[in-house]
């Protein structure tokens, strides 16, 4: 039986790959349909040096679709197998994942490689995004190195430097005048538009569910470099969840395939100004209500309306984790701390850390603390 793998978890609906799907005829957002992940006991064994190496762990398209394994072989650019080290060389106890290593210098590489391959699998021509900066930037490079024409809708207050970015790729950057959910309003009804002629394929981060399938690949890393363990405690930025729903996704994988008891205690880490997640939290809600972002420096992290924000909440709390905010206050000085260790971070990473160090000088104890540094600093100077 062919393998279809979106799903819709309101109505049951099942689509295969090459609808282009990106939401359910119900209006709901799409899932990956279940499937059972294998993971080789050493994936690093398998001579492929990128996120890659870890496909059988992805749902298997190969079987159903013949292009599938020559996409993802031509979209790849080694992204993925990035430095987990401490952030001081005194203190083992704190490590950072330097996942700015990366072809466009974002993490969001690892969701862009496997979404892009997914569509030049699909027979798409054409990729339509929206994005604070850079998710597009990382979908435009993976556009131009599988061949396929590229727009990319932003926020009109973007950083020049992202923008330039997805415009030095070949694509078209879109800015829109406006809030963030405008932005995002903007790219949705091109892609609906461009879908009309089956071509188009909605690159969206946050609507396609294959995204998750690539940022999972930040705990299979973790994992492995820590010799077959999971740190004690995880932090991560929400925005709108794309870190946090694959560290989800790959934990729950671990413990299915039993090579871990139990996942780390994740700590998802929103900007003070614009912390929908943290309110529904707090206050004990299971939907994420909109908030009026009061604005922030972690620019890549405000989101007011999180779509997959219900989501999100629900995979934190089946995992005993919490949200906290970061404090505003302290991101410019999280920067330079984390910069006097080596490390040139953007803006938004910094936001992380700004929660990590207001959170240990309070005398918490958490433990092995993996953070990721998920931007180089040239994205925001």
């Known amino acids: 039986m062919k393998y279809e793998p979106y799903a819709c978890p309101e109505c049951g609906a099942h689509y295969p790959l090459e609808s282009l799907a990106f939401r359910c005829s119900c209006g709901s957002l799409l899932d990956i349909a279940p499937f059972e992940p294998r993971f080789p006991a050493s994936a690093a064994g398998s001579g492929e040096r990128s996120i890659f190496r870890y496909v059988e762990a992805m749902p298997p398209l190969?079987?159903?679709?013949?292009?599938?394994?020559?996409?993802w072989h031509q979209v790849s650019m080694g992204e993925g197998l990035t430095p987990l080290v401490p952030l001081d060389a005194a203190d083992a106890g704190i490590l950072v994942k330097v996942d700015y290593a990366m072809p466009t210098l974002s993490f969001k590489d690892r969701g862009a490689a496997v979404l892009v391959a997914v569509a030049r699998a699909a027979g798409a021509r054409r990729l339509v995004q929206d994005s604070s900066g850079n998710a597009g930037a990382s979908v435009a490079a993976y556009a131009a190195r599988a061949g396929m024409g590229c727009d990319?809708?932003?926020?009109?207050?973007?950083?020049?430097?992202?923008?330039?970015?997805?415009?030095?790729?070949?694509?078209?950057?879109?800015?829109?005048?406006?809030?963030?959910?405008?932005?995002?309003?903007?790219a949705l009804e091109a892609a609906e538009t461009g879908?009309?002629?089956?071509?188009?394929?909605?690159?969206?981060?946050?609507?396609?569910?294959?995204?998750?399938?690539?940022t999972k690949t930040y705990i299979y890393e973790v994992y492995e470099s820590l010799?077959?363990?999971?740190?004690?405690?995880?932090?991560?930025?929400?925005?709108?969840?794309?870190?946090?729903?694959?560290?989800?996704?790959?934990i729950k994988d671990l413990m299915a395939l039993g090579l871990v008891a139990r996942g780390p205690h994740i700590v998802a880490v929103q900007a003070a100004g614009c912390a929908p997640v943290f309110e529904a939290f707090e206050h004990g809600n299971t939907m994420v209500e909109a908030v009026t972002n009061t604005g922030t420096e972690a620019e890549g992290i405000a989101i007011a309306a999180p779509m997959r924000g219900s989501r999100v909440l629900a995979?934190?709390?089946?995992?005993?984790?919490?949200?906290?905010?970061?404090?505003?206050?302290?991101?410019?000085?999280?920067k330079h701390e984390v910069g006097s260790h080596g490390f040139y971070i953007e803006t938004t990473s910094a936001a992380t850390f700004a929660a990590f160090f207001e959170r240990r000088a309070a005398g918490i104890d958490e433990g092995l603390v993996v953070l990721p540094l998920c931007g180089a600093g040239l994205k925001s100077a």
Do not use: M
Not at 228 to 245: A, E, K, W
Not at 321 to 333: F, S, Y
């Open 152 to 186: 990319i809708f932003v926020p009109a207050t973007t950083s020049p430097r992202k923008v330039s970015q997805i415009e030095a790729y070949g694509a078209r950057a879109v800015l829109v005048p406006g809030t963030r959910e405008d932005t995002a309003a903007a």
């Open 62 to 71: 190969a079987a159903d679709c013949p292009g599938w394994t020559a996409a």
């Open 227 to 250: 010799g077959g363990r999971l740190p004690d405690t995880l932090y991560i930025p929400l925005g709108n969840g794309t870190l946090v729903l694959g560290a989800y996704l790959a």
């Open 195 to 214: 879908a009309r002629d089956g071509s188009t394929f909605y690159a969206s981060h946050v609507y396609n569910p294959f995204f998750y399938q690539g």
């Open 315 to 334: 995979a934190l709390r089946e995992l005993g984790g919490e949200v906290v905010p970061a404090p505003e206050a302290g991101i410019a000085k999280a």
